[in-house]
């Protein structure tokens, strides 16, 4: 909902305002086991999974804003 919300934000002022994505922000969240690794233009869920074997994410944000992923495997730690 709040993507959807930014990203309406976002086209009503690309016409009006010299930098739109400078009045617009982006949530980055973890623990949401449910919807897994979501990484959407303005909402970045990272939980995947670790716990349960899966992997550990970063997100990782360069000057300039690039964004990559890295991921690291897990070991199944609720068997343990």
């Known amino acids: 909902m709040f993507d959807k919300h930014q990203s309406k934000l976002y086209s009503s002022l690309e016409t009006s305002t010299e930098d739109p994505l400078a009045n617009t922000m982006t949530v980055v969240y973890g623990h949401d086991a449910s919807t897994s690794l979501s990484i959407r233009t303005f909402t970045k869920g990272l939980d995947s999974g670790c716990v349960k074997g899966g992997k550990l ?3 990782v944000i360069e000057d300039g804003g690039k964004q ?3 991921q690291v495997s897990c070991h199944d730690y609720s068997k343990e």
């Open 68 to 70: 990559s992923l890295t």
């Open 57 to 59: 994410t970063a997100l």
